[in-house]
Every structure is written in C-alpha cells, then in structure tokens.
C-alpha cells in the first residue's frame, strides 16, 4: 500500500460518514464515530489490509453497534416524535429516505446494520458474518427480516423534482396563508404529520394520522400564530422535497414531504435545535 495512510482515509471518509449516519440517524454522531475510526486507522498495520474500504466500513460499523446500545436507552426518553437529522441536498445527495430512516429505526442493531451493509453497500454476506461475529445464515435471516419491515417504507412511484418542488411550494403558500381548503386539496385522506422539536421547541407530541387531525391542528396553530413564516429555500430532505424556512421565533425548521400520486402522504417537520446545527 503505497499511498499514504491519510489519503486513503479521506477517500473514503464520505462513504464512512454515510454508513454511521444510516445507522445513527444523527450526522453529529456519525461524524463522532468516523473520527473514531480514524484514530483506529492510524493505529492499524496497513501493510496487512488489502481492502481499505471494507476494513474501515467494519470499524465504522462496529463502533456504531457500540454507540447504539446507550442510543436506545436516550431515545426511550425522548421527548415527542424522533426524526434522524435533516440532510439537505446541497450537503449530501443521499438516497435513504426519511420513512427508510425511520424503518430502520425500528429494526434491533443488528438487522440494522445487516440491511445496510449487505442491500444497500453490496457486501457480501460473508464479509458481513465477519463484522457482526455472526455465521453466515443468521446474517442472511437479520437481513431478511429487515427487508420485510423496512419494504414498505420505499416509495412505491418517485416524486418528479419540479413536481415536488411545486407541491413544496404550494403547501408552504397554503398553510401560511390559512388556506385550508387548498391545503386539504394537496394531502391524501391517510397523511401522517411528524414534527420532532425534542422537547427543545413547541411541537405536536404524537404523530398525527389523517388529513383531518393534521388541518384542525393547522386550524389551532393558525390562532395562535403572531407572524408568518419566512421561506429560506426549496430544497430536498433526505431524498424527499421539501424546505427550510426561518420561523417567528427567528430559528430554522425542516419540512420534507413523502408525495405519492401527486398528494402528501407524510409530512415530517424537524424543530429540535440540536438537529439543525448542519442546515444553513
């Protein structure tokens, strides 16, 4: 290995970051967790590491099993509705959804890491038996019982970017101008309403389930509302569209919007400070 250590490193410190923030749902703590991993490189006998990439994917991964063992006990306390922290598009193109993210969630660590280790990064099951210190068929059985929760959560037909972009558009435009009957033209029967202000900002409690609820808590929010929001940007969250826009209280807040058949299906609302820090 004739390249120097630290370029080898920072090849691949994007791909690294992506594997802890799938599998922590916090930017903060994946960047935790690949510094981590760098301290751990620099230690490493390199002459003896054919694929760098796939050694560093297995620290990074491992680190994150570690981390998430005390995670859950924090998130049992969390206050309201979790969401993983907003990655905007001019950040980081990234192609897990925020209902993937949530999914995964929901998995135990190690379906977690099994999924995305061997569907989304291409490992092999092999080489993923050898991470979790498991034997090649339970990896093959963690995996697929992550399939089978986290399936429906892909969305089934892609939003077209200028038409989420304008669905953005126009649900922003609607819900500060308390326009009801236009907002209600744009959410499906079933839409869900996520926003996670972790206890740090006002914010629903619980996840709202259909349109009704969600328009008679704009109808409240409205009341209450001494001035109007300010769009920053339209933008893509997470690989859905949406914006960030600077509220009275002069912070920022994240709204991503799942669109199926040209209607919202969820909309997921990120207030919590500490996960705004990468969002400008």
Known sequence: MNEPASQIFDAQRPGLLRVAYRMLGSLADAEDIVQDAWLRWQGADHAQIAVPAAFLRRIVTRLCLDHLKSARVQRESYIGPWLPEPVVEE???????????LALERLSP??????????????????????????????????????????????RFPVDREQGKAIAAAFFEASQQGDMTRLGALLARDVEFHADGGGKRPAVARVLHGAQEFLRAQVALARLR????????????????????QEPDGLL????????????RAIYVTRNPDKLHHVH
């Open 253 to 264: 807040q994240t709204t991503a919007l799942l669109i199926e058949d040209g209607c919202i």
């Open 226 to 245: 001494r001035a109007a929001s300010t769009l920053v940007r339209l933008t893509t969250i997470n690989g859905l569209p949406g914006f960030i826009s």
């Open 110 to 155: 190690l379906e977690r890491a099994a999924f995305l280790l061997h569907d989304v990064f291409g490992e092999s099951f092999e080489d993923v038996a050898q991470v979790l210190h498991r034997d090649e068929a339970a990896c093959r059985q963690l995996a697929s019982r992550a399939r089978g929760h986290v399936r429906m959560a892909r969305p």
């Open 91 to 101: 950040d980081w193109d990234d192609d897990v959804t925020l209902p993937l993210l």
